[in-house]
């Protein structure tokens, strides 16, 4: 099984829509969460840690479920400028070790 | 947020010579910087964790005699590919971390084997 596992899409959406991106992590004990945008032949940057209240930045809404090891985003009125691939990432270590586990990647593509 | 430089951004090279990719940060301190590669459609894997003044921790299945890594100050780290064959011709990516959640990383480096 893989460490982290995400839906690879591609989601087509009309602008406007609203789409929500799932992943699961097998380690239990994993103590960080982030969803990182990664754009064609570019490197990932991060879009937003992940925390267990759940947590929104604008049209995203990023959600975290330790018990079902279960981590989502939610995009709200989706834009051109939203096509990418969606990284769920994973922190296996508390502190400053950030040996990130990255899941395969959503791709979301957005079109008028 | 902090800035992680990486060079070259794009090389190619001939089938059997070695490639050196180097990776910066450039306004803080990484003690720890991560080296991942990153297949087409598929995602980043790591390959190894850099650490300053010490020698490299490897994944299993990465060849330490065929990607060399060198963390010599607090602000490089190189990762050497030697004898490089078409097959390691990827998308390699440094990371670096200030030691706090977020890892910020370099552009990456495209390479392509001939």
């Known amino acids: 099984r893989k460490e982290v596992e995400q839906d690879p899409g591609p989601f087509n959406v009309p602008e406007g829509a609203t789409v929500a991106f799932n992943c699961t992590y ?87 | 947020g902090a800035v992680v430089s990486q060079h070259p951004s794009r090389v190619i090279c001939k089938s059997g010579t070695s490639v050196k990719i180097e990776c910066r940060s450039l306004d803080f301190q990484a003690t720890t910087m991560f080296w991942y590669r990153q297949f087409p459609k598929q995602s980043l894997m790591l390959m190894a964790t850099s650490n300053e003044g010490s020698k490299a921790t490897y994944e299993q299945g990465v060849e330490k005699d065929k990607f060399l890594i060198n963390h010599a100050s607090l602000t490089l780290s190189t990762l050497t590919v030697t004898s490089a064959h078409p097959e390691d011709s990827s998308f390699y990516i440094c990371s670096a971390s200030t030691g706090k959640a977020e890892a910020f990383f370099g552009q990456g480096t495209r390479l392509t084997v001939v």
């Open chain 1, 26 to 112: 097998s380690n239990s004990a994993s103590q960080s969460f982030f969803w990182y945008r990664q754009d064609c032949r570019k490197e990932p940057k991060l879009l937003m840690s992940v925390y267990s209240s759940g947590n929104e930045d604008g049209r995203f809404t990023a959600q975290l479920n330790r018990a079902s090891q279960y981590i989502s985003l939610l995009i709200r009125d989706s834009k051109l400028s939203d096509s990418a691939t969606y990284l769920c990432v994973v922190n296996p270590l508390s502190g400053g070790y950030n040996k990130l586990i990255f899941g395969a990647g959503t791709r979301l593509a957005v079109h008028p």
